[in-house]
C-alpha cells in the first residue's frame, strides 16, 4: 500500500472527515464554489 492508499479506506472518525466539492443536495449535482470549500476546510484545521 502506498504512503496515501490508505486515505482510501479510512473511515471518518475524530481525527478524519471526509469532505465533498458537490453539492447534491438537490436534484442535480453542481460544483460546490470554491471559496466554499476552502472556508469548510480551513475550520476543520
Not at 7 to 12: D, F, G, R
Not at 23 to 43: G, N
Amino acid at each position: 500500500m502506498s504512503d496515501f492508499e490508505w486515505i482510501l479506506h479510512q473511515q471518518e472518525g475524530q481525527f478524519f472527515e471526509w469532505k465533498s466539492c458537490f453539492d447534491s443536495s438537490q436534484d442535480k449535482v453542481k460544483l460546490r464554489p470554491m471559496r466554499a470549500e476552502a472556508r469548510d476546510m480551513a475550520a476543520i484545521i
